[in-house]
């Protein structure tokens, strides 16, 4: 049987969870952030009217959105020392959720760009801009537009990912759930006002993502 929800729990080890609840902010804007840049280099990669840049971006791609999050993590938090630069649990789940979000914001954004109608480019590039400058200037802010929806939904699945550090000491929610479990040994209740503090970060923007997709579905 489930033990009686303890709001003692709360009250008590307030101060360790909104810890958590910091670092799991910090982590997910540092790595959406990352992400998208890494994420936007990628897709124009892909597209790219150069084949090993297509090449290497979806072998990034491919391989990336192919194995776990967990093993990504554990490749930098375990890998980096031998490499002469030791990732602490923060550091090393940062750049695992980096490098696998970008992969998935890689793909929307290059179908945000294929949307485009290649006109465009092709008129940009008659007005004598290079192809960096047509794709910076002229298309990617037009895919950013149509692609806004999707890319809020990857940064729901990155703030619901972050609870990943927990297994690499990553000073996250759930790393300090675990604590706190342990010097109180209290599991349900524990669990549950992480759940509550997750709810708090990915419902606001569960409903922000929706009120995008309406209006830009009116647009359209």
Do not use: C
Not at 101 to 116: K, L, N, S, Y
Request: charged residues 10%.
């Amino acid at each position: 049987m489930f033990d009686k929800l303890r709001f003692d729990i709360l009250t008590k080890h307030w101060d360790t969870y909104m810890l958590g609840f910091e670092n799991t902010v910090k982590v997910s804007l540092i790595a959406l952030v990352a992400s998208l840049i890494v994420g936007t280099i990628i897709a124009v990669m892909r597209i790219a009217p150069f084949k090993p840049l297509n090449w290497l971006g979806t072998i990034y791609v491919e391989f990336i959105r192919n194995i776990p999050l967990l093993l990504i993590v554990l490749l930098f938090f375990l890998a980096s020392p031998t490499l002469g630069l030791p990732l602490d649990g923060f550091q090393s789940g940062t750049l695992a959720l980096t490098v696998y979000t970008a992969a998935f914001i890689a793909e929307a954004i290059r179908a945000g760009i294929q949307a485009v109608p290649k006109g465009q480019m092709e008129a940009a590039r008659s007005s004598g801009l290079t192809y960096a400058q047509a794709m910076w200037f002229i298309i990617l802010p037009q895919a950013f537009k149509i692609v806004i929806p999707p890319i809020g939904n990857q940064l729901l699945n990155l703030v619901k990912n972050s609870s990943i550090l927990g297994v690499v000491a990553g000073l996250d929610l759930m790393y300090y759930a675990d604590i706190i479990s342990t010097q109180t040994f209290v599991t349900f209740s524990v669990y549950i006002f992480v759940a509550m503090f997750y709810l708090v970060l990915t419902l606001p923007l569960s409903f922000g993502v929706r009120y995008l997709e309406k209006r830009m579905a009116v647009k359209a």
